[in-house]
């Protein structure tokens, strides 16, 4: 059995491994007081005024107690997570972690600007922590990159997975979680399928183009192509292609 676990934990690529792992470590060493909360929680002024700027990413990596919500979040983490970096982003780990930061930094800058308009204020000063709402992000990223794939929900009915956020929203008011941590994840990962996927469509332009810098800490994967296969067919090349209309 321990095989097996160490076994899919080296199987996760590189940027799942890394959040999952800092993420139960950090959850357990709240657990058994080595670490405190009250370190890691988000406050814009103590960021500002006693420049603890650790704030900014601690807030990602705490997933509140252990018990049964704690392990509904690790396993979409570990999950949704692994099959966006293995699929949509395979050999593109730049690019993962370019959206994850993108993530990260809408969800506290909402969080931030919210916490300055009246009436919803209060709602905002509440949310001090934002690793279930990076973790909802991916599971809408991956919906809806992947619509049409049918699920199950506890087998109880099942759907697309264009439904997914929606039905895990529903969920978590029936189980009287608070709603606006789902949606903000909503948002922050509907903003990023738009200007990484929509708009492009639209005008040809990409604005999330993942930095020269961010790129420069990642070696890309290439990806291998299995030699001498009795399948494998090329593309003519654009030239040639026009050559035989004319």
Not at 127 to 148: A, G
């Amino acid at each position: 059995m321990a095989q097996v676990v160490e076994e899919w934990y080296k199987q996760m690529p590189i940027i799942t491994r890394s959040y999952l792992t800092a993420a139960i470590v950090t959850t357990i060493g709240c657990s058994l007081d080595i670490i405190s909360p009250y370190n890691l929680y988000l406050n814009p002024k103590l960021v500002v005024k006693q420049y603890e700027v650790w704030r900014l990413i601690t807030n990602f990596l705490y997933f509140r107690k252990m018990d049964l919500d704690f392990l509904f979040h690790m396993f979409f983490l570990a999950r949704y997570c692994k099959l966006l970096e293995e699929n949509s982003f395979r050999g593109r780990t730049a690019d993962f972690f370019y959206m994850l930061l993108f993530g990260a930094t809408v969800l506290t800058g909402i969080v931030l600007i919210g916490g300055m308009i009246p009436y919803v204020s209060e709602s905002f000063a509440k949310i001090i922590f934002l690793s279930n709402s990076l973790t909802f992000m991916m599971v809408y990223v991956w919906s809806k990159q992947n619509p049409f794939i049918h699920m199950s929900f506890l087998g109880l009915f099942t759907f697309t997975a264009a439904y997914l956020p929606w039905v895990l929203l529903g969920f978590s008011v029936l189980v009287g979680s608070s709603a606006w941590v789902d949606l903000l994840g909503m948002i922050a990962g509907h903003a990023y399928f738009f200007l990484e996927d929509v708009y492009p469509r639209m005008t040809g332009r990409r604005p999330l183009r993942t930095p020269q810098f961010i790129k420069a800490m990642f070696a890309e994967e290439a990806v291998v192509v299995a030699p001498n296969s009795p399948n494998l067919r090329f593309a003519a090349p654009l030239a040639e292609e026009a050559a035989h209309q004319d």
